[in-house]
């Protein structure tokens, strides 16, 4: 296994930050990763890079985890479960299921990153995230080399939050696989208006997974930028959540603020929105920028470096802050 010296993380970080890593190696079983933890103090486990936010050269060992393999462990005539290795990329998994009519995920398509990421932050899109099909996580334990298997309620999920972000869990825990319970005889989810109307316009009135899956592509496509043309991480913020009095305290600047009940007594107000009414969609500032379509996207434009970028993420943070009195946090891993 070649350990690399000084090497530059541009094209390992969907930003494209060019940061570098005092060492980096690529990993392909749990045997390679232990050899290199034993060496290596906390290093940085990379999957897709698309959830982070790279601000400096990092003195650490980086690891990306290209540890593949797909695996169906067990199945009757409702469910199949299935193991799938961290390393392997998320929307090709998504495109395995969706092929064999097998559902849960396609509302999670086109999603970037790794499947073993995606228990990190719960991925979510379109009114499903990863807990709704989750049985359980194994995981490298880096303080002590054994492997613990953390059961869907174990994993503490939450919006955007799993126990793996949690202090004394963060950085500590290499997931090695995700196990998932995908339906067979799948209901498909189109709650969400965009979803909808795009079946609709497609004169799609009983959609099934494949539908959906396409139709979420689609909206994606147009939507969201592409990284590899226009460096960014997805949303760089969590939607608040606010209690009702909280909500009122908004609603008293701005009328006609959307919001989606979260949990009674709390709703969620879009972070997009709140930026775009601060005034910063399509905005820039040197280098960096919210994307005109979604101002919850940071851009960067091109040689930005991260620092720049958490800085503008800053500013706009502030701003909203001071118009609406909402503390927005961010959704991305910042280095
Ligand atoms: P990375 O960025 O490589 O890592 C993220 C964090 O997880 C880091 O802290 C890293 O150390 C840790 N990590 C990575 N792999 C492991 C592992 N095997 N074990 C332990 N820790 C690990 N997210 C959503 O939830 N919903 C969306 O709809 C969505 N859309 C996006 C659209 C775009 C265009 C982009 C760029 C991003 C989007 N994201 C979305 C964010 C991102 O794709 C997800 O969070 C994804 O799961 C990150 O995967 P990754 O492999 O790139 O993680
Ligand atoms: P959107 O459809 O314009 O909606 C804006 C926000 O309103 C979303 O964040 C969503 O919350 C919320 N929302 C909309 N309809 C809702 C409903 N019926 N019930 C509850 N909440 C609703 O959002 P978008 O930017 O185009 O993104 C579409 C989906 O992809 C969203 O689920 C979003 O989270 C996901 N996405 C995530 C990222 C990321 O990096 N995390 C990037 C791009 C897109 P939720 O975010 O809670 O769904």
Known sequence: MEILENYSLASWNTFGVDQRARYFATVRDPEEFLALARRFERPLILGGGSNILITRDLDVLVIKNEMKGISVIGEDAGFARVRVNGGENWHQ????????GWGGVENLSLIPGTVGAAPMQNIGAYGVEIKDVVLHVEALDLETGSISVFQKEECRFGYRHSIFKEAGYKNRFFILSVTLQLDKHPQVNTRYADVEKKLLEQHIEHPGIMDV????IEIRQNKLPDPAR????????KNPVLTEKNYQKLQSIKPDAPHYTFQPGLVKVPAGWLIDQ??????????????EKQALVIVNLGGATGAEIRDFALTV?????????IQLEPEINIW
Request: glycine residues 16%; hydrophobic residues 40%.
């Open 278 to 291: 601060a005034g910063w969609r399509g905005r820039k500032a040197g280098r960096v920028g919210c994307y």
């Open 230 to 237: 226009l460096g960014n991480a997805g949303s760089f913020f």
């Open 317 to 325: 943070q502030e701003d909203v802050r001071q118009k609406f009195g």
């Open 93 to 100: 998994f998504v495109q395995w299921a969706v092929a064999r």
């Open 213 to 216: 899956h396409r139709a979420v």
